[in-house]
Nanobody, 120 residues
Framework: QLQASGGGLVQAGGSLRLSCAASGRTFSSYAMGWFRQAPGKEREFVSAINGQGKNTYYADSVKGRFTASRDNAKNTVYLQMNSLKPDDTAVYYC???????????????WGQGTQVTVSS
């Protein structure tokens, strides 16, 4: 089970840190992904991190602004979001997969989503 939190309302240029807490004993064996879905749009890949946290991957639209990390001792993955833009407004989801993937179809478990709203 995945529980995402940390969303909110922020002005453009601001920062937020999303967290995703997982239950279970095999957290470190899963790659974790972040996706987002804006109204009227398809869910899109944002970032992913491998099981040991050594490799991270980002969509071009967030590269240099967002940073994914994880603490396997706490069964938690994070997404630090800096220099936020109105285009970043969306519901953000965390998800777990056996391997790092860019497509939603490869993720087996999903969190409930947390709303991020960036005002201009």
């Amino acid at each position: 089970q995945l529980q995402a939190s940390g969303g909110g309302l922020v002005q453009a240029g601001g920062s937020l840190r999303l967290s995703c807490a997982a239950s279970g004993r095999t957290f470190s064996s899963y790659a974790m992904g972040w996706f987002r879905q804006a109204p009227g749009k398809e869910r899109e890949f944002v970032s992913a991190i491998n099981g040991q946290g050594k490799n991270t991957y980002y969509a071009d639209s967030v590269k240099g602004r967002f940073t994914a990390s994880r603490d396997n001792a706490k069964n938690t993955v994070y997404l630090q979001m800096n220099s936020l833009k109105p285009d970043d407004t969306a519901v953000y989801y965390c998800a777990a997969a056996r391997y790092v993937s860019y497509g939603t179809e490869y993720y087996d478990y999903w969190g409930q989503g947390t709303q991020v709203t960036v005002s201009s």
